[in-house]
């Protein structure tokens, strides 16, 4: 296992993301701050380049390769974000990029992949294994693969939401983060032990995959079989070992939420904040509703991880709350 | 009728307005440059206070009244965003604010209305009038009435958007704005005539409702029917002596659009800039979307100018977009 990345690997992400990554807002609702009894800060990563924070991480990785790996050029599978990011961070930096995709990927998110220069190559989900496919595209024609989590230079781009996040509103008691494979969460717990010491870090899951909560209470990385949630981007069936190894060190504790309570969620951004949240996007500020009795009267950063989704999906799951779901407005 | 304001009108308003409106993000979308073959800079007026551009006049207005004035309260007639921005604006300069709204408006918007402390009088709106219920109040209780358009510093306060974008973003060669009774397009094109001399200004308006078109083509106020269109806050009968005058020296032309593509533009907005725009705010981006062929390369500045719609009816229009809608991803 290479070494986890430290802050100081966070801040060098950070200046190598100047002038290419957006500054994302931070955005408040007064509506939601009176719901939970808290202030919060939401940092709005769907309005962050390709609509997600994965952008941060590829392009920090991408970065960093040497004139050699930069010719040979970058794999990376993925369905969702991180074929995005990885193919806009190769156009920008010159590297050419090919993305092992699922046969059954939206075309709209292959085209949108091929169109920042990308090479899509498709698999079948069913029968074939992406992992083992990327490895033998990377052996073969001398690739560097670039995982979507497990990868020093990936986790210490992600944490350069968070850091920016509390350079730009001050120290927080809380900072809840969406988990997937523990990428964004195991950087922004560097960036919140560094800059806010005191702070509680807490990763949110869904509900249907809870295998980072199982994993931080039991003390080793818990596998489970994929979930079915609508958090498509929390899809993940084990954390890594990079990611796990800070997590269990820096993250107080990870909660859950269901698929309603992200519906729910994805309600409240639409209606006090005006943004379009995809359903993991919207998995801190669910969590965080499960949690607010502990943190009343208390300053909180919430990741807002994306917004990709297809518009007549969005319309669907918003328009069908949940019995007894908070409400909105 | 008063003197209708001019230039420098706004940039007072815009005086006032600082640290008390919010300086509204300018957003971009690679996908609709590509689309429509220009560079479109949308100001983001869905963050404004109270989700809507109509914070600033209100505010504008309300901080000119005299001590005597203050003290005595102001009363403004509205269903939509102005009921909002005029108690809000009221709460912060702390006048006292009554509100006429009709019997059947939404229990959100008067809740939200009451929630900033202001006292709502409801009225019937089939059997009787607001503008006499609103012109007895003030001379009962020595109130003053704020107009939702037709009021110079309402049309100066409304300009400081325009303004905003082009210092931000430079010279535009065409603006484009949402036409409800005239106050933004006039404020608007004040700034444009100032700021950016050679820029084309329009406005846009609901085809149901295309009074602002004729009055514009035919040189005098025409006055229609309330029109059925989705864009409820462009649901006005004629524009206002004060913004005609200007709408009529400095606007180029007045366009429409069809509420089958209001929501082809909504679905836009969601789908490549990641916000919820309420049917009258996607007027401008529908309008231009007619417009693009003689804008082939150039600058445009567009108006978005809310994202106030109860969420579930921001998803019943989402998903039901009309056939041979222009593509959202």
Partial sequence: MPVPPAYDDVRSAAERLRGHAHRTPVLT????????????????????????FKFRGAYNALS??????????????????????????????GIPATIVMPLDAPAS?????????ARVVAYDRYTQDREEIGRSLAAEHGLTLVPPYDHPDVIAGQGTAAMELIEEVGA???????????GLLAGSALAARALAPGCRVYGVEPEAGNDGQR??????????????TIA???QTTHLGELTFAIIRREVTDVLTAT??????????????????????GALGLAGLRTLA?????????????????????????????????????
């Fill in 232 to 234: 498509d981007g929390a």
């Fill in 215 to 228: 994993s931080l209470r039991s003390g080793e990385i818990v596998h489970i079989a994929t979930p079915r």
């Fill in 109 to 117: 998110k292959v085209e949108a992949t091929k169109g920042y220069g």
């Fill in 259 to 280: 698929d309603a309570e992200l519906v729910a969620a994805m309600r409240t951004f639409a209606a006090t904040m005006k943004v379009v949240v995809e359903p993991t």
């Fill in 172 to 182: 927080l008691d809380a900072l809840v983060v969406p988990l997937g494979g523990g």
């Fill in 29 to 52: 609702s007064r509506r939601v701050d009176a719901e939970l009894g808290a202030t919060v800060f939401f940092k709005a990563e769907n309005f962050q380049r390709v609509g997600a």
């Fill in 293 to 329: 009795h502990q943190l009343q009267g208390r300053r909180v950063g919430v990741v807002v991880t994306g917004g990709n989704i297809d518009v007549d999906r969005y319309a669907a799951l918003l328009g069908t709350p949940a019995t007894g779901t908070p409400a909105t407005r």
């Fill in 64 to 93: 960093r390769f040497t004139s050699e790996q930069a010719r040979a050029g970058v794999v990376a599978y993925s369905s969702g974000n991180h074929a995005q990011a990885v193919a806009l961070a190769a156009r920008l930096l």
